[in-house]
Nanobody, 116 residues
């Protein structure tokens, strides 16, 4: 069992920044895959950024503005969000995959609201 807890969401003016955190209940060394997703009402959950095997990929809509990083000491993965736009407004979710076959876990999400 892996527990994921997101934090850091909030209300921010367009052009501002936020840093989201995802804290895990186990060492992130044992987690195969870590990702950030987002979802707005009426839309499918969208991939924002993922890391696997030390390779990180970003959605085109956030590339150059968002950065995924990790702190192994704190068992935490971060999503630094800069130059925020109203279209970034969503609930952001942390996702992890562990073991083989992989088992998938999700956090409860954190709300990000960007106003113009």
């Amino acid at each position: 069992q892996v527990q994921l807890v997101e934090s850091g969401g909030g209300l921010v003016q367009a052009g501002g920044s936020l840093r989201l955190s995802c804290t895990t209940s186990r060492s992130i060394f044992s987690i195969n895959y870590m990702g950030w997703y987002r979802q707005t009402p009426g839309k499918q959950r969208e991939l924002v950024a993922v890391t696997r095997d030390s390779i990180t990929n970003y959605a085109l809509s956030v590339k150059g503005r968002f950065t995924l990083s990790r702190d192994n000491t704190k068992n935490t993965v971060y999503l630094q969000m800069n130059s925020l736009k109203p279209e970034d407004t969503a609930v952001y979710y942390c996702n992890a995959k562990v073991g083989w076959p992989e088992t998938e876990y999700w956090g409860q999400g954190t709300q990000v609201t960007v106003f113009s």
